[in-house]
């Protein structure tokens, strides 16, 4: 027992070799500073250093020598007000902790040997943490870590520490590949961080987050029923990755507590297979997820659920995607209001299926005011059959084989923005179909004798068509395509642009475009039959990245006119 403000010099050993439940102890009375001198070693296996016995006060420990846990199942605990670390803290077997109410100041070394356990339990900061080494042990962090906008940097050094519940507040955590802390419990916060590298969450952990975060890395949530929560309306900014890959009927989840609303901002991917996104955890309130960025769900039968809760609102301003066999459902979402208008950012389906509402056949879409891209034959947004309309901002996007069959209850689809159909996609209207002045029908030609688009009523036609080849086709003078077919035609489009030299034909059920003429001279850019200087004119007026739907400048295909490009015409000249 200590009694007032004292140093303990010399070289020898106090052996804290107490018993269970009954530990050696060297206390410390009233606000006393009681210094152990660098050649002092405390060491043993069931002991506690410092509290008070009779006078209670701020007492402070500062070790200059080396205290030492080494017997295995048994620990010493460190329990003073303030204890400052000058020499070493080790566990080389059994743990050393230092308690929660113990607040640490280590410009020494902290470090945990041969199976040792270091736990440090109480408050610091990035400054005052000092120099921890997992070595060969377990270094175990539940207590509150600021760090003052500072970069907690894990290295072979640090070695791999174990995140017991801590809040770490005000600054960066940088875990290289193979460095991530290993998250045990389930009270681990991150408030107001920067997160480089990677954050494994687990089986039955919970991660946490407060106040916003900047992801530049990854964070992880795999197997059974990982969680990463969003307590508090915030941003998740910066260009990192979420990834919930949970596992069928126990998915990784995303909860949001008690009226939370929760940005995902532009360069943040969220990857899913298995995943719930969306509900509360522990207090639940009618919650937001804001999607700026991208949200994937990827994988044969894996399933991601987004919006969980009845009340809770789900906005898509970026991109929603599924690919590759999975399936999102969208419960609810302010994108889709009662009378099937979609708004807002990209949603797309690639050999996949996205469907809106609980029920199989999905909510209706009638009209489109978003981007909706189908890609590969088994693609389907549910249930986007019943789109009538096409706004002027809309878009609609088939490509990689899908096929569209169309039933708008109007009778007519109506087409006043933006449609591309890639052959050998097509769009099938049992009804009619409209192609408004405002709208630009795009088609992508994969063969001679396509249909791209093709309804059982009257096709009404205007606007702009483009039209452009596919790599893997070169026409041949009188290739022809069905760009649109009817019951019957009416009308003609306004405009034609094509990567081609070709002709557009009417019929009283067809519009076609026939490939005319090729001179087969490459270089020959205007068709004269010659390279010459109005070709050369062409290319350097088209030099740079490629920017429009033809590019006929860009010889080499490479997807820029360049210095080979033009190497190529005048190797053509005459």
């Not at 539940?142 to 940097?153: E, F």
């Not at 009638?366 to 986007?384: C, K, N, P, V, Y």
């Not at 006929?552 to 360049?562: C, I, S």
């Amino acid at each position: 027992l200590f009694d007032r403000t004292q140093t303990l010099s010399g070289n020898g050993t106090i052996p804290l070799d107490g018993s269970l439940n009954n530990p050696a102890r060297i206390n410390i009375e009233g606000a006393s500073t009681v210094t152990f001198a660098p050649s002092i070693l405390i060491e043993g296996g069931d002991g506690e250093l410092g509290e008070a016995v009779f006078v209670g006060g701020v007492s402070t420990i500062v070790n200059q020598g080396t205290i030492r846990s080494k017997n295995a199942n048994l620990s010493i605990s460190i329990r003073g007000e303030q204890f400052t670390n000058q020499g070493t803290i080790e566990a080389t077997a059994g743990t050393l902790r230092v308690g929660a109410g113990t607040a640490l100041s280590n410009t020494g070394l902290a470090r945990a040997l041969t199976g040792g356990i270091l736990r440090i339990e109480g408050p610091t900061t990035l400054a005052t943490l000092g120099d921890v080494r997992n070595v060969s042990g377990t270094v175990g962090l539940s207590g509150s870590l600021s760090l003052g906008g500072g970069t907690l940097a894990f290295s072979p050094t640090t070695g791999v520490w174990t995140f017991e519940g801590p809040t770490i507040t005000g600054g960066t955590i940088s875990a290289p590949s193979g460095l991530s802390p290993i998250l045990t419990g389930t009270n681990t916060i991150f408030d107001a961080t920067t997160v480089a590298g990677t954050i494994a969450v687990g089986t039955n952990q919970r991660l946490w987050t407060r106040n916003g975060m900047v992801l530049d890395g990854t964070i992880e949530c795999t197997g059974f029923n990982p969680r990463f929560i969003a307590d508090g309306t915030q941003t998740i900014s910066g260009t990192g990755t979420l990834r919930f890959l949970g596992q069928p009927n126990n998915g990784a989840r995303l909860n949001l507590e008690s009226a939370t609303v929760l940005t995902i901002g532009p360069s943040i991917t969220v990857e899913c297979g298995h995943a719930d996104l969306g509900a509360a955890l522990q207090a639940s309130g009618a919650s937001t997820i804001l999607n700026q960025g991208r949200i994937r769900t990827s994988g044969a039968g894996t399933t991601t659920i987004i919006n969980t809760n009845p009340g809770d609102v789900f906005t898509n301003q970026g991109i929603v995607e599924v690919l590759a066999g999975g399936t999102t459902v969208v419960l609810s979402t302010s994108n889709l209001d009662a009378n099937g208008l979609l708004t807002g950012g990209s949603w797309r389906a690639t050999s996949a299926t996205l469907r809106f509402g609980s029920q199989a056949q999905g909510l209706p879409i009638r009209s489109l005011q978003a981007e909706a891209i189908l890609s590969g034959a088994t693609a389907t947004i549910t249930d986007l059959a019943k789109l009538e309309s096409i706004a002027t901002n809309g878009v609609l996007r088939l490509e990689g084989g899908a096929i569209l069959n169309a039933v708008p209850a109007s009778g007519t689809l109506v087409d006043a923005g933006f449609l591309f159909v890639n052959g050998p996609s097509r769009l099938n209207i049992t009804g009619g179909f409209t192609h408004t002045a405002t709208a630009v029908l795009t088609i992508l030609v994969s063969a001679a004798n396509q249909t791209f688009v093709d309804a059982t009523a009257t096709a009404t036609l205007g606007g702009v068509l483009q039209v452009a080849n596919g790599p893997a086709f070169t026409p041949v003078p009188g290739d022809q395509v069905v760009v649109a077919e009817g019951a019957s035609r009416v009308g003609t489009f306004a405009t034609l642009t094509s990567c081609e030299e070709s002709d557009l034909f009417y019929t009283p059920t067809l519009a076609v475009v026939v490939y005319g003429k090729d001179t087969g001279i490459l270089g020959d850019l205007n068709g004269d039959g010659s390279v010459g200087p109005a070709d050369l004119a062409l290319l350097l007026g088209s030099w740079g990245t490629c920017s429009d739907l033809c590019c006929k400048a860009d010889l080499d295909l490479n997807g820029t006119v360049d210095s080979p490009d033009l190497a190529l015409l005048l190797g053509s000249w005459g």
